[in-house]
């Protein structure tokens, strides 16, 4: 399966925690969450399936993740929903 990675910022915790279990359905994986700055805040690695610019605002926490090419434009749907912002 052919994976792209995306990064997006959010301005609180709860947001981008929220988008991590929502991108969790859509088969991501390799999460990765730190605060702004380079302080991590959760790193969170996932092999395989779970459960199995200039326009960029000042995140507070940045959210790495690889996504299915196919589900690529449903994940940007997902993170801008729900307040974040692609990077």
Known sequence: MEM????AGFANQDQAESVIRKLSALRGDC???????????ANFE?????????????AEFTLAVNIPAAAVEQARTVIIGAGGQMM
């Open 31 to 41: 999460f990765r969450l730190e605060r702004a700055g380079g302080v991590k805040n």
């Open 46 to 58: 996932f092999a395989g399936e779970l459960g199995a610019s200039s326009k960029v605002m000042a």
């Open 4 to 7: 792209q990675s995306l990064q």
